[in-house]
């Protein structure tokens, strides 16, 4: 049966602790495992509480993690759990720290999405550029009416982006088309652009 050779406080995580097995194996805890479980030097660990204990320690490092991450820059769940499963963690576990997450409220797709929505419209992008970062950030669809309606109206945003480049609208086709081009690029429909630029110079031939 393993036994508790030594603890130890861990020199690089605060609040995190070394358990050394008897076998030579090692188990890294937090505080709440050190406690409901009363790990010390000499305490045996019968099958049921081993699992009990690595079970418990898994969820305590996903949560850590999961935490550092959200401290770092706001994710989606789903970011987030992809991440914690990159760096090691199990599935089920990083599912249960993004849960704990979202009761702290800490993880919140719907604020996340609205985030992304207004960063995006106030540098001057279009709708299919929101709905293309919404989607790249794995932000459920049913986040995105809500997220969507804080950006400005299409017309309104593209003839802003045309006043802050200060160029007026070209009369030459060429490059009447090239700043047509740019705010395609942007994610702003034909229509909004037909609307804000009015009629290409030769015609309907010049709007490809």
């Not at 709440?32 to 418990?56: C, H, T, W």
């Amino acid at each position: 049966m393993p036994k508790v050779d030594r603890v130890e406080p861990s020199k690089h995580v605060r609040g995190r602790f070394l358990v050394f097995l008897d076998t030579g194996s090692l188990i890294k805890v937090g505080e709440q495992e050190l406690l409901d479980f009363g790990l010390r030097p000499g305490l045996e660990l019968e099958g049921e509480a081993l699992q009990r204990l690595i079970a418990s320690s898994e969820d305590t490092s996903a949560r850590e993690r999961a935490a550092r991450m959200i401290g770092a820059r706001p994710l989606s769940r789903a970011e987030l759990i992809d991440k914690l499963v990159a760096k090691g963690e199990g599935r089920a576990q990083a599912e249960r720290a993004a849960d704990r997450l979202e009761e702290l409220g800490a993880l919140n797709d719907g604020e996340y999405a609205r985030t992304v929505v207004r960063h995006y419209d106030r540098m001057g992008y279009g709708p299919q550029k929101l709905r293309e970062e919404l989607y790249r950030r794995k932000i459920p669809r049913d986040r995105w009416a809500e997220a969507l309606a804080e950006a400005r109206p299409e017309e309104e945003a593209a003839a802003d982006y045309l006043a802050s480049k200060r160029s007026g609208i070209p009369s030459d086709p060429r490059s009447f088309q090239r700043q047509a081009n740019a705010l395609r690029r942007r994610g702003f429909s034909w229509q909004a652009i037909r609307a804000v630029m009015g009629a290409c110079p030769v015609g309907e031939d010049g709007w490809e």
